[in-house]
């Protein structure tokens, strides 16, 4: 048995569901966008410096629907969390340790901009959409750097923790280059406070789920082998 954190019934799970869950919140943060503002709205706010200012106008004509899109986004951070861990744990090694870390911090870092997110949010619903918009945009970079610019520094382990664990998993065996490629892709997505999705979006996080959910499975229906420790893996 698998005593080491997170196991294998939640690594299994997470990895199945993380990225499923997480590829699903890009594509209502589209869809939910593109749905709430009309066309000329759409090339309003493609024309500001920021994707804040469209996002909080898309909140003001459909607050529910940019609420879901958003909390199935945190929830697929939240699951991610897990699912970096297990896959460190299967390829071994410090350098899969180190790029699961740097994961995590990147994955603590969304958590953060949720909670600006919804911050930001909840004032259009208390001062109104123009004084929440100027509020918000007047504080916007100190809210996006967050205290002592932590959540800002934690974002680029993101960057740097998905090129560690996808060469890792290469250099092991656990993945073949495609799916360390599209590991790699996954961790290239944007990072930030009240930030649109598109499309591209979506596609490199469906390929994270190519890349996690047969894992996930594998790690389900097999322990690892009591003579090497290693488990048997895909190596495409």
Known sequence: MNMHFPGRWIGGVTLILGP???CAGYLLRYLSTATALTPAQQAWAEAQ???????????ASEPALLTLSYAVFALGAVLLFPAFVALAQRVGGGLAFWGATLLVAGLFSRLYSAGADQTA???????GLDQATNATMKE?????????RVP????VGQYAGSLLLAVAALRSG?????????????????????????IPDVLVTG?????????????????????TGRPKVLSW
Not at 121 to 127: A, P
């Open 140 to 148: 916007y970079v100190d809210i996006s750097y967050g205290p002592w």
């Open 207 to 227: 390929l994270l789920c190519v890349a996690l959910v047969p894992l996930g499975a594998q790690v389900l229906r097999a322990r690892l082998p009591a003579s």
């Open 49 to 59: 410096p920021f994707a804040a200012y469209g996002q909080l106008l898309a909140y």
């Open 20 to 22: 499923v869950i997480m």
């Open 121 to 127: 949010f909840q004032l259009t619903e208390v001062i």
């Open 174 to 198: 656990v993945f073949g280059t495609a799916r360390a490629v599209m590991l790699l892709l996954a961790g290239g997505t944007w990072m930030g406070v009240l930030k649109g999705a598109s």
């Open 152 to 155: 800002v520094w934690a974002s």
